[in-house]
């Protein structure tokens, strides 16, 4: 738990580590967020009892900052809810400086929404980079059933999964041996690690390299895409966003 002037900001793991309480002046922040990356919070102050936030996580937190003031790329219902209280009701927090480019970041955003009550979050997905959480709306759902009106189109239709895959099925509930056990940060960071083996180049049309990053995940945030995206994109060796070409970076 964490207090300032009468605010307490409630979580098991993560309480802020920086606090921008003037955001109707974002300029004044431009030399402690940009280029800077991290996992953010925005918190609604205007109810102290009743106090909701936006968690989000970028590699240019400032640029992140502005994304959300000026209504380009920002979560709907924190929109709605800053319509309706006014800028200068927010604040926004520092919860994770992303100072080791091995670590990728989404994970540690996930820890820290899963801290939360998610009651309190207006973020729709309980996991970053997934979809855990989110509800499709009644149009989604029926083009879904539509796609397999007809069974025999089913990609399982008249399969079962052998006892292999079977065993590969993540188990719900109590079944799952982190049942109501949460990672300790030194874990998720090895998690990260592991995952962080295919480093990935962004190319230009004239085959130029421009940067390279440390996994898919990395790059997704970089061009506020989704990885599953650039995963397709990586497959197909097609031009993406009509300029870049992704390649694997052979160490």
Excluded: C
């Excluded at 993560?14 to 300029?27: A, T, V």
């Excluded at 993540?170 to 109501?180: A, E, H």
């Excluded at 990885?227 to 060796?237: A, E």
């Amino acid at each position: 738990m964490f207090i300032d002037n009468e605010i307490i900001y409630i979580s098991s793991v993560f309480i802020p580590i920086k606090i921008f309480n003037n955001l109707s002046s974002p300029e004044k922040y431009k030399s402690d967020l940009y280029k800077k990356g991290g996992v953010y919070g925005i918190i609604n102050n205007s109810d102290v009892k009743n106090r909701q936030q936006y968690i989000g996580s970028s590699l240019n937190l400032y640029e992140r900052l502005l994304d959300h003031i000026k209504r380009r790329d920002s979560n709907s219902r924190l929109q709605r809810s800053i319509l309706k209280y006014g800028i200068n009701n927010f604040i926004f927090v520092i919860y994770y400086w992303h100072n080791d480019p091995a670590v990728i970041l989404t994970d540690i955003e996930t820890e820290v929404i899963k801290s939360f009550p998610f009651e309190d979050l207006y973020n729709y997905k309980k996991e970053a980079a997934s979809m855990l959480g989110y509800k499709h709306t009644i149009k989604a759902i029926n083009k879904m059933k539509l796609r397999f009106k007809d069974k025999t189109k089913h990609p399982m239709y008249g399969k079962t999964h052998d006892t292999f895959a079977l065993s590969k099925i993540s188990k719900p509930g109590s079944l799952n041996p982190m049942f109501n056990k949460k990672h300790k940060i030194e874990t998720i960071k090895k998690m990260s690690l592991a995952k962080s083996k295919v480093p990935l180049g962004l190319y230009d049309i004239r085959n130029k390299l421009l940067i390279e990053f440390i996994n898919q995940v990395e790059l997704s945030k970089y061009l506020n895409l989704h990885k599953s995206t650039i995963g397709r994109y990586l497959k197909t060796g097609k031009l993406i966003l009509n300029k870049y070409y992704i390649r694997k970076i052979n160490n």
